[in-house]
């Protein structure tokens, strides 16, 4: 099947496939090699993008306080405190009268990272560092990977840049969870797209040991696993049982809710999870306090009263995200691209934590990007296309060392 004839809504015959049938050197560390000769431009191109986030910040508080201040803010200094003194620590009272507690971080991150703190002669939180850096560089290798097999190589770079000067990629710079976690989804949705069942079902196992939103990832490989079945029983004289979509999806759970359950045993109530979450205010509802938040933004910004231009950049990169989903369905991404994204915005915009959106729970959320990557990866001219993504990562820069460095977490 060509790429022009390919059903771009059909992740069982994904755009770009062509690429998969080229000839390939037979042995893994080959084909390894070749894939990653392929993506080296866009890791280079990414990297250079956060680079210029980080010299940014090193130049407004110099490398010794920007380096520690990565490393110990916010969520990081929760996922030092799981490596250095399990998941007992505690800290004062949250929402709710319940205390903030360490369970309410999953566990794959500070995993990781232990043995590079226990080697090392470095402090925990430059562990999470090396994790979360090395991490971003696979996310944006999987995210071309995506981009690629979808569209073309030359929208999978401009993607991978693109994700890495969104206007939060500054966390993607921190000691937090979400570059791992956009990794992990990434290579479980090529291994969806290419129709690697069981490897999207393990890559959804660890994504589920990374963060709570692999939700998400779940429904994605649900709807995917459900489209197939439809499939099979409309066509069900050619096709066999579709078992190794459920199969990936039944696996991608128990990452998420082993850790759900494990909490629960371990606090013997099988709530507890969600009443340790309440202690950040966080819940879901539906999107009400989401709505209240814009409504209240748009009818009081003009009066001065405790809002930011940090609070108009969130606004805006969440609506921007809902008319690049729209374009998403128009474009007719695939269908596991599509339901991934959907799931993220639900999920975000359904969070009633106290500051929503919070747009940095969506930059896991990179298919979200491709419609805009394909738009500048037509531009002919070079020059242009490089000024346009290197203002973008000025700008992300900018804010990034606003985010690191004024205010409350990075919502």
């Known amino acids: 099947m060509t790429r022009a004839s390919a059903p771009r809504g059909d992740v069982s015959a994904p755009v770009g496939s062509s690429l998969l049938t080229?000839?390939?050197?037979r042995s893994a560390v080959g084909r390894l090699h070749r894939a990653l000769g392929q993506a080296?431009?866009?890791?280079?191109?990414?990297?250079g993008v956060r680079a210029v986030g980080l010299l940014l910040m090193v130049v407004h508080a110099g490398p010794h306080r920007t380096l520690t201040r990565l490393a110990s803010l916010w969520d990081a200094w929760w996922y030092g405190q799981i490596m250095r003194t399990g998941y007992s620590a505690t800290k004062g009272m949250g929402h709710h009268g319940v205390v903030y507690s360490a369970r309410a971080f999953f566990p794959l991150f500070p995993w990781l990272a232990e043995p590079?703190?226990?080697?090392l002669p470095i402090s925990a939180g430059f562990s999470l560092l090396i994790v979360s850096w090395t991490a971003s560089l696979v996310a944006a290798w999987g995210i071309y990977a995506c981009a690629a097999?979808?569209?073309?190589?030359?929208a999978g770079l401009v993607a991978a840049v693109l994700w890495g000067a969104l206007p939060l990629a500054a966390v993607e710079n921190m000691a937090y969870s979400e570059a791992m976690f956009?990794?992990?989804?990434?290579?479980?949705?090529?291994?969806a797209l290419t129709r690697r069942w069981f490897w999207a079902g393990w890559l959804g196992i660890l994504a589920g040991l990374t963060r709570p939103t692999a939700m998400a990832l779940t429904a994605a490989l649900g709807v995917a696993a459900l489209a197939e079945l439809v499939r099979w029983w409309r066509d069900r004289q050619q096709f066999p049982l579709p078992w190794r979509p459920l199969a990936g999806t039944l696996l991608s759970l128990a990452g998420w809710v082993g850790y759900i359950l494990w909490t629960g045993w371990r606090e013997h109530s099988w709530t507890a999870y969600f009443r340790i979450q309440s202690a950040w205010n966080s819940s879901f509802d539906g999107g009400a306090t989401t709505l209240h938040w814009f409504t209240h933004l748009l009818g009081h910004y003009h009066k001065g009263v405790g809002y930011t231009d940090r609070n108009l950049i969130m606004a805006a990169t969440v609506l921007g995200y809902l008319v690049l989903f729209a374009a998403s369905v128009v474009r007719r991404?695939?269908?596991?691209?599509?339901?991934?994204?959907?799931a993220m915005l639900v999920v975000d915009l359904g969070n009633a934590a106290p500051y929503p959106p919070l747009a940095r729970f969506l930059l896991?959320?990179?298919p979200l990007l491709f419609p805009l990557a394909e738009r500048l990866a037509r531009i002919r001219d070079r020059r242009v296309l490089v000024a346009l993504l290197a203002l973008a990562a000025l700008a992300s820069g900018w804010h990034g060392v606003n985010v690191v460095?004024?205010?409350g977490a990075p919502a």
């Open 40 to 47: 080296a431009p866009a890791l280079l191109a990414y990297a």
């Open 149 to 154: 097999l979808v569209l073309d190589r030359r």
């Open 116 to 119: 590079f703190h226990r080697l």
């Open 22 to 25: 080229e000839a390939v050197p």
């Open 182 to 191: 956009t990794a992990l989804c990434a290579w479980s949705l090529y291994a």
């Open 405 to 407: 460095f004024t205010g």
């Open 333 to 342: 991404q695939p269908l596991v691209l599509v339901a991934f994204s959907a």
């Open 364 to 366: 896991p959320a990179f």
